[in-house]
C-alpha cells in the first residue's frame, strides 16, 4: 500500500515551505487538495506539476473513498489543506482515521498552525491550553459554548472570521468577563499584528479599525483563585479532605 503524507503548508508566508514538504510533494503521485486552484499555486511556486484531486468538507465521503482505493493500489498521496495544517479546523481528520484504521501508513509533514503561533506570541501562559476552533455563528449556541469554558483555566485559543470578531469578543465579555487577550491577525503575512491587553480595548481597537483578515483570539483562562472562592466545589473539596486526614 501507498503512505498518505498529511502536510502542513504556509499559512501566508512561503517561506515557511519546509525543503521535507518540498520533497514530498515532488515525490507524491498525487496531491489532495482542500481548494485545487489554491494548491496549484503553492505547486507552481515550487515549479512541480502534480496531478490534484479535490478533498473538501463537502465531497469528504465520496473523495475519501476513491482516495483510499487509490493508497491501496500503492499510490503514495499528499494531503494539503488551503493553509496551515490539515485536520485544524480543515478536512483531514476522516481521511486520516480511515488509513489508521484500515492499516494504511500516515505521515506528518509539521508546518504552522495559526492557533498555536498566535498561542505563543499572546503572551498568555501556554503551559495548559484548549483549542476551541470557529465559535458558534449562532450568537445564543455561541454565548453556551463560552458559558461552557467560563470555568476553564487554560488558556483558550479559538478562530473567527473578521465580520463576527466584534461580536464574539462582545459575547465574550459578557460570558468570561474582562479577562486578558491577545488578538492576533495576519499571522506571518505582511500586516501581521497584535492587539494584546483587556476583552474591552480589544473591543475598543476593532471599534475604531474594521477588522480586516484572517484572526485567532487567544483569551486568558479562569483566574484558579477566583474558579476557588466562587464555586460549591471549593467547600466540597475541603470537606474530602478533612475526611482522607
Ligand atoms: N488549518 C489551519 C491551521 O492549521 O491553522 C486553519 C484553517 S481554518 C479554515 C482558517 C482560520 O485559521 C482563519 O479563519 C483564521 O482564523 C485562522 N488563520 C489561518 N491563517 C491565519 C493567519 N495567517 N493569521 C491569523 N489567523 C489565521
Redesign the pocket.
Known sequence: TGTLFVC?TP??NLGDISRRLEEVLQQADLVAAEDTRRSSQLLNHLGIRKPLVSYHEHNLRKSGEALMEKLKSGMNIALV??????G???PGEVLIESCIREGIHVELIAG????IH?LILSGLPTARFAFEGFPDRNKKTRRSQFEALVRDERTLIF???PHRLEATLKDMLACFGDRRIAV??????RYEEFVRGTVTEAIRHFEAQAPK????IVLAGADPLEAGTDGAEAPEEDEVLRELM
Do not use: C, H, N, Q
Open positions: 502542513g499559512i501566508g489543506s488551503d493553509a496551515g495544517m490539515p485544524i479546523s480543515d504552522p498552525v495559526a492557533g498566535a478562530y473567527e472570521a492576533a491577525r495576519e499571522l506571518t503575512k483578515g484572517e484572526f485567532v
